[in-house]
């Protein structure tokens, strides 16, 4: 997912290059949107982990 955000932020810095804002501001905000995904589902992956390994008797990596 974090590929698609880097992606989608390269069109949106060609198409401002190029000229074209509204296509660039798209981009950008899908970017945005896609980082902020990543970001949430990243967090909640450490959480669930850090309980899974709490819950087996270890302590947190």
Do not use: D, E
């Amino acid at each position: 997912m974090l590929s698609w955000a880097l992606t989608f932020f390269v069109i949106a810095i060609i198409a401002a290059i190029f000229g074209f804002g509204g296509i660039a501001a798209s981009a950008a905000g899908i970017a945005q949107f896609l980082f902020f995904i990543f970001v949430v589902l990243f967090v909640v992956s450490l959480v669930v982990h850090a309980a899974r390994q709490a819950a087996n008797g270890k302590p947190p990596v």
